[in-house]
Nanobody, 115 residues
Framework: QVQLVESGGGLVQAGESLRLSCAAS????????MGWYRQAPGKQRELVGV???????ITANSVKGRFTISRDNAKNTVYLQMNSLKPEDTAVYYC?????????WGQGTQVTVSS
């Protein structure tokens, strides 16, 4: 059974940092592009950034220069380093393949940024 388990969220103040992890199990994801998504209350889920199988990354304009995606294929894990957090970054953060696979959505990890 394939599982993606996100962790590392929490409550922080604006300007602080968090590092999220996404641990995959059930199969290797080393050949997949992986993405971090987020969903804020009352909003649609959005793609925050992507990392390809060879490590190239793309981030959304809203987080560019603040968020960095990385992966460790040996650990089947993807990371999201979030710096200079803003209240508008408050959301539940998820990882999934890109394009996403419906059955792979996990519970996500809550990130709350206070002003």
């Amino acid at each position: 059974q394939v599982q993606l388990v996100e962790s590392g969220g929490g409550l922080v103040q604006a300007g602080e940092s968090l590092r999220l992890s996404c641990a995959a199990s059930g199969r290797t994801f080393s050949i997949n592009a992986m993405g971090w998504y987020r969903q804020a209350p009352g909003k649609q889920r959005e793609l925050v950034g992507v990392i390809t199988s060879v490590g190239s990354t793309i981030t959304a304009n809203s987080v560019k220069g603040r968020f960095t995606i990385s992966r460790d294929n040996a650990k089947n894990t993807v990371y999201l380093q979030m710096n200079s957090l803003k209240p508008e970054d408050t959301a539940v953060y998820y990882c999934n393949t890109v394009p996403n696979i419906r059955n792979y959505w996990g519970q996500g990890t809550q990130v709350t940024v206070s002003s």
